[in-house]
């Protein structure tokens, strides 16, 4: 494995680390974050597509790769949701151990992932380890009756969200379409619920998200995404570090999108809170390795 190949599958880590910590800075309302980072999705894979000279798939590989974005762009906009509630140091790990939860299941029930009893056996434990590891980034020492009741509403709405994720990942496998060719109609469907969900507000009173600058500004966060995205499409080809490495090393977001939050958003931990986030960060990306490499 060449030094190349390593640093194209940290990009994940800069870029998914980075964005949830840069749309809270930026603000706004969750509707102007996921028009934003639509928005900014869509030039970066727009520019991509031009570059590579790349064809619009066509038929129902365009429309499972459309389903794809919306699925991404639904879930994302409940965990801007969740940030507002509990911040982001505490739902994006929460998040992505569903993510790997739902992932891992699909592969075990959808792919025949995990053959044997003895790899379902060590890949049940390593999930385990996820819900552990999570529930540990999210403890608090002092204990308050009203974060109690929004961290419960937001893991709630989390879980909702990993439909979105779920959707996100297995659409474009129902067709087989490979990542370059999907990134575009991926962010076309992203946009559609970014356009939709901010006519819809405005129908209903509120401000319209298109006609706000907050909304624009957002568009700097989509980058981030993008990167993140195209640099884990590249990562995970056979020449490169392929699916399982490229995925593990993707996964090392959680600890920047993490500690970002704690660090640059104020979300303040106690020493002993901090001590307890980075043991349950270290679980989730241990497991995450291991439900990959059975």
């Known amino acids: 494995m060449n030094t190349v190949a390593i640093l194209i599958g940290l990009g994940p880590l800069i870029g998914w680390g980075l964005f949830p910590t840069i749309a809270s800075k930026i603000g706004g309302r969750p509707v102007n974050q996921i028009l934003g980072t639509a ?7 727009l520019a991509v597509f031009l570059f590579k000279g790349l064809s619009m798939p066509t038929g129902m590989d365009l429309t499972f790769a459309i389903i794809s974005g919306i699925g991404w762009a639904s879930a994302q906009l409940i965990t801007f949701r969740s940030f507002t509630m509990v911040g982001s140091s505490r739902a994006m790990p929460i998040t992505t151990a569903f993510q790997l939860l739902g992932a891992s299941l699909w592969g075990v029930i959808a792919l025949g992932n995990w053959p044997g009893t003895n790899a379902k056996i060590i890949g049940g434990l390593a999930l385990v380890l996820i819900i552990v590891g999570a529930s540990m980034t999210v403890w608090s020492e002092h204990k308050d009756a009203s974060n109690s ?3 419960r509403e ?3 709405l989390l879980a909702i969200g990993e439909i979105g994720y779920w959707a996100y990942s297995a659409a474009p496998q129902a067709t087989h379409i490979d990542g370059m060719h999907a990134f575009l109609p991926q962010a076309i469907g992203m946009l559609i619920v970014g356009v939709v969900y901010s006519i819809f507000l ?3 009173g509120e401000k319209l998200a298109l006609a706000e ?3 624009y500004r957002q568009i700097f966060s989509g980058f981030f995404f993008a990167f993140a995205a195209l640099t884990y499409l590249i990562s ?6 392929g699916l399982a490495t490229g995925f593990i090393l993707s996964q090392t977001s959680v600890v920047l999108a993490t500690l970002t939050g704690i660090w640059f958003l104020g979300q303040k931990k106690t020493r002993r809170e901090m001590q307890i986030t980075v043991l349950g960060l270290v679980l989730i990306l241990v497991a ?3 439900t990959v490499l059975i």
């Not at 928005?39 to 894979?45: C, D, V």
């Not at 995970?236 to 570090?241: A, F, I, K, V």
């Open 39 to 45: 928005l900014g999705t869509f030039i970066f894979a």
């Open 149 to 151: 009741k929004k961290l």
């Open 154 to 156: 937001a893991v709630v």
């Open 202 to 204: 405005a129908i209903k």
């Open 213 to 215: 600058g907050v909304s």
């Open 236 to 241: 995970t080809q056979p020449n490169m570090n």
């Open 288 to 290: 995450a390795t291991v």
